[in-house]
T-cell receptor, first 115, second 112 residues
Framework: NAGVTQTPKFQVLKTGQSMTLQCAQD?????MSWYRQDPGMGLRLIHY???????DQGEVPNGYNVSRSTTEDFPLRLLSAAPSQTSVYFC??????????????FGPGTRLTVT | GNSVTQMEGPVTLSEEAFLTINCTYT??????LFWYVQYPGEGLQLLLK?????DKGSNKGFEATYRKETTSFHLEKGSVQVSDSAVYFC???????????FGRGTQLTVWP
């Protein structure tokens, strides 16, 4: 059981480049989400999914796209990278979207720098 | 709306000192409450949780009690160790949409 995996661990992009951050979980979790972590800001929700084929925006969705074609995978796409997207990105998953008692499991993070 | 406020850090303690990190929340309905810990260079790990009023979550010597009357979920440990040095996040989960609302995190450093 690998849990939540993320690739790459580190990435440097130039302004305007695009890339995809990968996230996968092997726990058959219904709910998956992406957060970004910035100093002094805690974690902010970018996008989330309550099941395959269903995605929605969080509080900071601009500049990012997601899709959920399978239960296991939830990639995050940066369309045209900007320095403001320099951050640490965490993917998380949870067994249930609607049951508030289930905790979320986090991946190890991707540290992204945009120059 | 839903929000979490936790005490500003950083917190610096000597080994074996008593730890309290304050956390208060605003929420509609009846959320679940969580403490997550982030060790340097790692992702977040669940430390403990409580799902209803007066529940006490505990793990690795840490405790927190869900107080509905004061809308609080303060984290405590009686005797901290150097290995407890990390960032601690308080969070709430509302039943709607499954998302977590996080506090800003509190950096704890424990000196030998």
């Amino acid at each position: 059981n690998a849990g939540v995996t993320q690739t790459p661990k580190f990435q440097v992009l130039k302004t305007g480049q695009s890339m995809t951050l990968q996230c996968a979980q092997d726990m058959n979790h219904e709910y998956m989400s992406w957060y970004r972590q910035d100093p002094g800001m805690g974690l902010r929700l970018i996008h989330y999914s309550v099941g395959a084929g269903i995605t929605d925006q969080g509080e900071v969705p601009n500049g990012y796209n997601v899709s959920r074609s399978t239960t296991e995978d939830f990639p995050l796409r940066l369309l045209s990278a900007a320095p403001s997207q320099t951050s640490v990105y965490f993917c998380a998953s949870s067994y249930s979207a609607s049951d508030r008692t289930y905790e979320q499991y986090f991946g190890p993070g991707t540290r992204l720098t945009v120059t | 709306g839903n929000s979490v406020t936790q005490m500003e850090g950083p917190v610096t303690l000597s080994e074996e000192a008593f730890l309290t990190i304050n956390c208060t929340y605003t929420a509609t309905g009846y959320p679940s409450l969580f403490w997550y810990v982030q060790y340097p260079g790692e992702g977040l790990q669940l430390l403990l949780k409580a799902t209803k009023a007066d529940d006490k979550g505990s793990n690795k010597g840490f405790e927190a009690t869900y107080r509905k009357e004061t809308t609080s979920f303060h984290l405590e440990k009686g005797s901290v160790q150097v290995s407890d040095s990390a960032v601690y996040f308080c969070a709430l989960k509302h039943s709607t949409l499954g998302r977590l609302y996080f506090g800003r995190g509190t950096q704890l450093t424990v000196w030998p």
